[in-house]
C-alpha cells in the first residue's frame, strides 16, 4: 500500500502494481529508488576523497616569535612560519601547549596546521587585526570583506588539526552586536551590518551585477567575519579541532573540493553561528562532529540569486555520518543561499536532540533563489526532540524582506527512512508555491514518530508519499 499526498494534504491510498505506475506516473520521471543503490553512490562518494598527505617537516610557530602570552600578538609569527613550512615543500606548523594571541591566520600550500592539546589559538576581537580586505562571499553574495579568522585562497594539501581550541571570542561585546539586535548586544545609536551601506547595499551589488572588484565591504560595513574560509582549495582536512564562539558562520569552505571535516566538537551559541557550510563545493565527507551552534548546525549552500545562477556550481555529493547536533535552526539544512541547486546528498547515523533544535531536515529558497535541489537520502537518524518539525522544506523563506520574483526553485527526490523521532510539532511541514510544481517527490518510509503534536501541513507539493510509517503509534499507509 502506498499512501499519496497531493498539493493540499488530502489522502489518496493505491496498492498493487496500479500504485507503482501511479506513482511513475505522477512524478513525470522514474520511481524514487531508496534502496541500497543509492547509498552505493554514498560509498564512492567517500571511496573518492583522500586526504592529504604531508612531508615529514615540522616548523614550532614559537621559532617565529609567537609567544604563549593572550596580551602578546602573535600573528606575524604565525604566518610566518606558514609561510616558511609551504615555501620548503610544506609540512606541520605547529602550536604548542599555551595561549596564542593572533588575528587572521593565512592558511598555505601543504601546510598543516597542528593546534596541539592544551592549546589555544586565541583570536582578536578588534576589525582593525583583519585587514587588508580578501575576497570572499558573505551569505552567498561575492565580495571583498574583513579576512576570515582563518583564510586561504586557491590552496591545495591544507590542514588544521590537533586537539586543541580555536577560540574565537565573539560575544555581545564585539562581534556578534553588528547584527543589530538587542539580544545579541546591540544598542540604540550603534552601529550594525542594517544600516544602509552594509547588508542592503551587498543585496544591491547582486542585483545590478555590479563588478566583483568594485564591492569592497570591510571597515564601516559591519559585515562580521567567518571564522575558517576556504575558497578554491583542493584537499582539505579538519580534524579534532573544538572551535568556540565565531563572529559569523564557523566552517566555510567555499568553491573548494576533495574535503574531509572529522571529529570536531562546535560550541558557537552567536547569531548567524552556522556549524559548517560547504558552499558550491564537491565531494565532502563531515564525520564524528558535534554542532552546538546559534544557527543550522550543517548547512549546504551553492551561492544568493545573481551570483549563485552566475557561478552556478552546485554543491554536491555530500555524505554526512555519525554526527550530533544539539542546539541550532536545523540539524542537516539545504539553502537558503541555494541558487546554483544541490545535489547527491546523504544523511546516516546522526543524533540530533535539543527543545533549541528547530527541525532535523530542512530545505529554505524562494522564488529570487531559483535552482535545484535533488537527490536527497536520508537514512537512520534518531531525533529526540525538535522544536517545530522533522522535515522543513520553505519555498518562501524570506520573501518578505526580498520581494517575489519568478525564478521558481525545484526540490525532487527527498527521501528518509529509518527516521525515529520522540517529541516535535510537525512530523511534514512542507509550503511550496501555490501553481508553481516547486516540491515533488518527498518519500518517507520505515520511520516512527512519537509525541507530534500536529497533522502533517502540506501545502503546494505533489507526490508525496509515506509507507510504514507510523505518527502517535499510528500506521498512516
Known sequence: MIKFLTARGKNFHFSGLPALVLAIFLAGCSPVNTGDKNWEQ????????????????TYNITDFGAVADPEVNSTEAINKAIE?????????????????????????????????????????????????????RWEGIDC?????????????????????????????????????RKEYGWKEGEPSQLLPNARPKLNEYDHNNVPVEERVMGEGCYLRPQFINLYKCRNIL?????????????????LSENIIIRNIHVNSLGTNNDGCDPESCKNVLIEHCYFNTGDDCIALKSGRNNDG????????????RDCHMENGHGGVV???????????????????????????IRIKTNSNRGGIVENIFVRN???????????????????????????????????????????????????????????????ISDSHFSGVEKENKIEFANNVTLENVTINQELVN
Open 334 to 360: 539545504l539553502g537558503s543561499e541555494i541558487s546554483g541547486g544541490a545535489r547527491n546528498v546523504f544523511v546516516e547515523n546522526c543524533k540530533m536532540d535539543s527543545p533549541e533544535l528547530d527541525r532535523a
Open 84 to 136: 616558511k613550512c609551504s615555501n620548503s615543500g610544506g609540512g606541520k606548523v605547529v602550536v604548542p601547549s599555551g595561549t596564542f594571541f593572533t588575528g587572521a591566520i593565512h592558511l598555505q600550500s601543504n601546510v598543516n596546521l597542528v593546534v596541539s592539546e592544551n592549546a589555544v589559538l586565541s583570536f582578536s576581537t578588534n576589525p582593525e587585526d583583519y585587514l587588508p580586505v580578501v575576497l570572499t
Open 238 to 254: 579538519i580534524s579534532d579541532i573544538t572551535i568556540e564562539n565565531s563572529p559569523f558562520w564557523i566552517i566555510h569552505p567555499l
Open 42 to 57: 554514498a560509498e564512492k562518494i567517500v571511496a573518492g576523497i583522500e586526504e592529504p598527505e604531508f612531508p615529514g617537516n
Open 381 to 443: 537518524v534518531e531525533i529526540g526532540e525538535v522544536g517545530e518539525a522533522i522535515l522543513r522544506v520553505n519555498c518562501n523563506y524570506d520573501i518578505k524582506n526580498e520581494g517575489q520574483d519568478t525564478l521558481y526553485p525545484l526540490v525532487r527526490n527527498i527521501n528518509l527512512s529509518k527516521i525515529e523521532c520522540a517529541k516535535t510539532k510537525y512530523a511534514l511541514l512542507l509550503q511550496g508555491i501555490e501553481g508553481k510544481n516547486c516540491i515533488t517527490g518527498i518519500h
Open 309 to 320: 545562477r552566475r557561478w552556478n556550481v552546485p554543491v554536491e555529493n555530500i555524505v554526512v
Open 144 to 180: 571583498y570583506n574583513y579576512s576570515p579568522l582563518i583564510y586561504a585562497y586557491d590552496k591545495e594539501n591544507i590542514a588544521i588539526t590537533g586537539k586543541g581550541l580555536l577560540k574565537g571570542n565573539a560575544s555581545t561585546e564585539n562581534w556578534w552586536k553588528w547584527k543589530g
